[in-house]
């Protein structure tokens, strides 16, 4: 019976070991085969990490090989996983004092890091190798050490801070947000690479695996069509005019008409990429592309080409100005001066609204609209840069009875500064509009150069028009009312504009005035196109020919002296005189003898002047067309902001200027400024410092 018994127990529990193994072996066949994966995921998770591999975003470089953007590596320190109960608020304190003392922050920013809730939090990013060490060498840092976690964080640089800002825009950690930056972010990024490391409990990375990596590919290089030196001087005189003329703001644009090459595209206000916070957000702006105004007598253009182009005019036939007054409905469109009657030539010259006024009526709205969209006003351009807009043109149809009149002066449409830029590289390069062009060339990560070609959008008119219109539009700067825009030794041909300011509300015009001028340089053969706006002169004139035209003079002289500048030459005599000594007429010569008799610099070759100083036996001649004295050739400082030393050092040496140095690490300032006329020879002080 008791055998039995204890049988009858022995099966029951053998039964139930059974069932339990079984159990036990259909989870593991469960673990194994379905959830097999699932774990093996866990595991892999526990044991490994996915470091992500960023990879370098790409250079910008300006037109001549000057770095414009690149990426630095910097460090940058944080707080993670930090134990409260070991620190008390006074150390906290004591550290965020501390640190304030280095970076210049308020150390109640740096507690509210501190004590944040997250995991981690950044103390101090992106700083240099000298404060780095600034920071470990802190009496409170030891206490701290164990919580802090430093690394390498690369940050976006842009040595020639404000020139060409606005172009350029900005980047954070890696992402463009404005500009340049932003419209070719994907090109510029690269794509992410990865590595797996083991780890231990403490989740620190112990063993990388070889097998499990994939390498990051860079972001491109890309070379811009901005010649840097000219955006200086660029932004340098638009500066000077605002001020000169309390003016809200302007615009300077400098295009290739060969090839539609953006050279310089300076607006102020001016922008920082390095410190965008520091900017309202409407200083980011590419205005060139983005603002849109009514252009004034410098639309015009239109006008005179289908004047020509039609042959519904020649230059010779003569217009009625009836006095400088045409009533057009309820509207009274006048002149700035009272003339009679005008050749069409001269109606151009003297910017008479009368005289454009009775041509675009007797060519009819649908050639001078067609002709409008032909230039390329009412669309896009495609310059590759963000925020363009098509500016403002209506069709024929929306059209009332003054819109005809008003528009062939430059009223009741709106442009853009680089659509109205192209439309004079237009007359300029023989007749054809051409795209304009930012981008030079892209070097992508595998070594492959692309180079970006000319797009030509249609041809607007025959060259023998393109060729007539130089002519009168040189008579405007030679006799007209661009003479102020004149460069002695050149040819210069341009139309000026002058404005008045529409409403916010749309209803009528303000009394005040953008002045404008779109000159050609030089007018025998030009080689840039250049546009001038000044937005509300307030002081000292408010016509385009005298508050614009100035402008475009001065930026025009500071390019022809610019050693490898975007003007490839400087006109001399027939005795090797430079251009500022080869056109003072001959009797005025012995008043400027100091001026002679004190310069020696190279001789350039390039187009002669017609009038060349006769040389009596005052001075000596060293060929080729050199004279001797004391003072050297004057020179365009250049910006030598945000380089290192060393490369501020080498750039000015190569320019024959001395730098006197004082402190270590970036050039922060420099005395004079960019674009400041000094002697080769004078001296630079560049003031330098850590570049945080």
């Not at 526990?46 to 630095?72: C, E, K, M, W, Y």
């Not at 965008?276 to 957000?281: A, Q």
């Amino acid at each position: 019976m008791v055998a039995k018994s204890c049988m009858r127990r022995l099966t029951l529990l053998f039964a139930i070991g059974m069932l339990l193994c079984a159990g036990l072996g259909y989870r593991i066949a469960l673990i194994q085969i379905r959830d097999g994966e699932t774990y093996r995921q866990r595991a892999r998770d526990q044991q490994h990490r996915v470091v992500t591999i960023d990879p370098r975003r790409g250079r910008i470089f300006d037109r001549n090989g000057n770095t414009l953007a690149l990426s630095v590596e910097f460090d940058s320190f944080g707080i993670q996983d930090l134990d409260r109960d070991r620190l008390n608020s006074a150390d906290v304190g004591n550290l965020a004092v501390q640190l304030s003392q280095i970076t210049g922050e308020d150390p109640r920013h740096i507690v509210d890091r501190i004590s944040g809730s997250s995991d981690f939090r950044y103390l101090v990013r992106w700083v240099n190798p000298e404060t780095s060490e600034r920071i470990r060498g802190l009496s409170t840092y030891p206490r701290f050490e164990p919580y802090i976690r430093t690394e390498k964080e690369a940050r976006r640089v842009y040595p020639y801070r404000t020139a060409a800002g606005q172009v350029l825009g900005f980047s954070v950690d890696g992402s463009g947000q404005a500009g340049f930056e932003m419209e070719h972010n994907r090109l510029l990024s690269g794509i992410e690479g990865y590595s797996v490391v083991q780890i231990d409990a403490q989740r620190r990375a112990y063993t990388w695996l070889d097998d499990y990596q994939k390498s990051a590919e860079n972001g491109a290089d890309v070379v811009l069509t901005i010649d840097i030196a000219a955006q200086v001087a660029a932004e340098s005189v638009l500066e000077e005019a605002i001020a000169r003329h309390e003016a809200l703001g302007g615009m300077v644009i400098m295009l290739d008409p060969g090839n539609g090459d953006i050279l310089a595209m300076a607006s102020s206000p001016d922008f920082d990429p390095n410190t965008p916070g520091r900017f309202p957000f409407e200083a980011q702006k590419i205005r060139s592309v983005v603002d849109t105004y009514e252009p004034g007598s410098t639309f015009k253009i239109v006008a005179a080409t289908a004047a020509l182009e039609t042959g519904a005019f020649s230059l010779e036939d003569r217009i009625d100005t009836s006095g400088g007054r045409i009533e057009i409905g309820t509207q009274t469109i006048s002149d700035h001066d009272v003339f009679n009657e005008l050749s069409v030539r001269e109606v151009f010259e003297h910017s008479s609204n009368v005289g454009t006024v009775k041509i675009a009526l007797e060519l009819g709205e649908k050639t001078f609209y067609e002709y409008t969209r032909s230039f390329g006003f009412g669309m896009k351009t495609g310059v590759a840069l963000p925020g363009e807009v098509n500016g403002i043109l209506h069709k024929p149809a929306r059209w009332s009875r003054s819109t005809l009149p008003t528009m062939s002066i430059g009223y009741g449409v709106s442009v853009t500064g680089v659509q109205l830029a192209a439309a004079y590289c237009a007359v300029a390069n023989g007749g054809q509009l051409l795209q304009p062009r930012i981008i030079r060339s892209i070097t992508r990560n595998d070594g492959t150069v692309v180079s970006v070609p000319k797009s030509v959008v249609r041809r607007v008119m025959k060259p023998q028009t393109a060729e007539i219109l130089l002519d009168v539009f040189t008579g405007v700067v030679d006799r007209g009312t661009g003479t102020k825009a004149a460069v002695p030794g050149f040819k210069v041909a341009g139309k000026t504009g002058t404005a008045w300011k529409a409403r916010e509300d749309g209803r009528g015009y303000t009394r005040n005035y953008r002045s404008s001028f779109v000159g050609m340089f030089p007018a025998s053969d030009p080689e840039i196109v250049v546009l001038v706006m000044i937005d509300e002169p307030k002081k000292r004139g408010f016509y385009g020919g005298s508050v614009a035209a100035p402008v475009f003079n001065k930026f025009v002289r500071r390019l022809v002296h610019m050693p490898d500048g975007p003007v490839e030459s400087i006109p001399e005599s027939d005795d090797g005189l430079p251009l500022h000594l080869a056109s003072i007429e001959p009797n005025t010569a012995s008043d400027r003898q100091p001026e002679i008799s004190d310069w020696s610099g190279p001789g350039f070759r390039g187009r002669m002047p017609r009038d060349p100083l006769p040389l009596d036996g005052r001075w000596e001649i060293e060929r080729p067309g050199t004279l001797t004295g004391a003072e050297r050739p004057r020179v365009a400082l250049p910006s030598v902001i945000g380089m290192s030393v060393r490369e501020a050092v080498k750039t000015l040496a190569e320019m024959g200027i001395e730098a006197t140095i004082v402190g270590t690490g970036y050039v922060r300032r420099q005395i004079p400024a960019p674009g400041h006329w000094v002697n080769s020879g004078e001296r630079c002080i560049i003031e330098c410092g850590p570049f945080n």
